[in-house]
T-cell receptor, first 118, second 114 residues
């Protein structure tokens, strides 16, 4: 069975602080993909990043960075110098390769509500 | 612009009534999905489809039905059998429905009970 846990329900920070959103996943599949999505107040989910199980390199994109560690089954997301516009719900998700039977479905965590105060 | 259009944005259902949520995409994607979002619950998969005239149940399909008669359209019907339909519904699509493809989402439909 696949499972994604985002233990932080809500996080509040003041602008310019760094913040890390945690994501822990469970799967027995050896080939899988991890995703992060942002859901602003408008409601749509915006794709941020995809990482496959064979690539443990960390990634940085502007103020965003992701740390993937297979040893701890974690895929954490850090926002550096947070801004008010970063306020949103952030979801971590998992997709596994079981020979096509699950058609690329995503298993989502419950999300972390991030509020950045000016 | 390419994207996913969900309508209506807000929908109200009376007891015993079926309602249909629309989802249209012009991304030429093969796979489409319906998710339900409840506060603090994350997104749960209702139905998904990889090709026209084929679809599979997700984790919470009871009380819902779908059709996939056209590649670009994947409407969701919330039937009277769904006893707790109040939620935010999100439609998504991906290029081919394979494991590595990110899904693209619409703006959602918020369904409430009158």
């Amino acid at each position: 069975a696949q499972k994604v846990t985002q233990a932080q329900t809500e996080i509040s920070v003041v602008e310019k602080e760094d913040v890390t959103l945690d994501c822990v996943y469970e799967t027995r599949d050896t080939t899988y993909y991890l995703f992060w999505y942002k859901q602003p107040p408008s409601g749509e989910l915006v794709f941020l990043i995809r990482r496959n199980s064979f690539d443990e390199q960390n990634e940085i994109s502007g103020r965003y960075s992701w740390n993937f560690q297979k040893s701890t089954s974690s895929f954490n997301f850090t926002i550096t110098a947070s801004q008010v516009v970063d306020s949103a719900v952030y979801f971590c998700a998992l997709s596994v390769d079981d020979r096509g039977s699950t058609l690329g479905r995503l298993y989502f965590g419950r999300g972390t509500q991030l509020t950045v105060w000016p | 612009d390419g994207g996913i259009t969900q309508s209506p944005k807000y929908l109200f259902r009376k007891e015993g009534q079926n309602v249909t949520l629309s989802c249209e995409q012009n991304l030429n994607h093969d796979a489409m999905y319906w998710y339900r979002q409840d506060p603090g619950q994350g997104l749960r998969l209702i139905y998904y489809s990889q090709i026209v005239n084929d679809f599979q149940k997700g984790d919470i399909a009871e009380g819902y039905s779908v059709s996939r008669e056209k590649k670009e359209s994947f409407p969701l019907t919330v039937t009277s059998a769904q006893k707790n339909p109040t939620a935010f519904y999100l439609c998504a699509s991906s290029v081919s429905g394979t494991v590595n493809q990110p899904q693209h989402f619409g703006d959602g439909t918020r369904l409430s009970i009158l």
